[in-house]
């Protein structure tokens, strides 16, 4: 009997899927463990501070972008010779998380993830934009905006890492996996 691990691969993927959005809800969980993993919260984001929200979590749809491709390279074979019961196990798993969510060209999740200077362009719009905004707030900081000179603002991100897993991830993937073994079995 042969099984192949790429029958296990969606499970591997909802694992990896659950675990990123449970950092969204906690508003990270990084380190040095395993995968990245760990107890450290991310920085507060400006909007979340302002507005009593959550960092990451304004509209969800960063969260919701995230994706898991789990592709095996291998398999086991089960046989009996000679009254021997033999196992045969080879390959493993590669997993990738990301998203495809972008802002302009930006990769966002991969700017919040490893943090760094963020330079957005100001357009016509953005400026007509800042303009109502201040009409409607009295808000200093949006007429600065829409009188700036400046050709482009720079907003430096903290690292927010999202795409880490737990050690608990790991040994959740290897109790399925034997459970999955066991029940292919049957």
């Known amino acids: 009997m042969k099984l192949q691990h790429s029958l296990f691969n969606k499970i591997i993927d909802n694992i990896a899927i659950n675990s990123v959005e449970e950092n969204f809800i906690q508003e990270g969980r990084f380190g040095n463990g395993i995968f990245g993993g760990g107890h450290n919260r991310w920085k507060k984001s400006q ?15 960063l969260a919701a972008s995230v994706y898991a491709r789990t592709r095996s390279t291998g398999g086991f074979t089960v046989s009996v010779e000679n009254n021997i ?5 080879s390959g493993g ?15 966002l999740a991969a ?4 943090g760094g200077n963020w330079k957005i362009p100001v357009t016509d719009r953005m400026r007509a ?11 200093e900081k949006y007429k600065f905006m829409a009188i700036s000179p400046k050709t482009e ?14 050690q608990e991830d ?11 073994v066991a029940n292919s079995l049957k």
Do not use: C
Request: glycine letters at 6%.
């Open 129 to 139: 934009f800042f303009w109502a905004r201040y009409k409607k707030t009295k808000d």
């Open 170 to 180: 790991l040994d959740i993937i290897k109790r399925k996996y034997s459970e999955w």
């Open 111 to 114: 700017i919040h993830h490893f």
């Open 153 to 166: 603002f720079t907003i430096v991100m903290p690292p927010r890492p999202i795409f880490v897993l737990q």
């Open 85 to 89: 019961f033999k196992m045969n196990v």
């Open 93 to 107: 798993f590669d997993v990738v998380v990301g998203s495809n969510k972008k802002v302009g060209t930006a990769p």
């Open 47 to 61: 909007r979340a501070i302002q507005q009593s929200g959550k960092t990451l979590q304004d509209t969800g749809g």
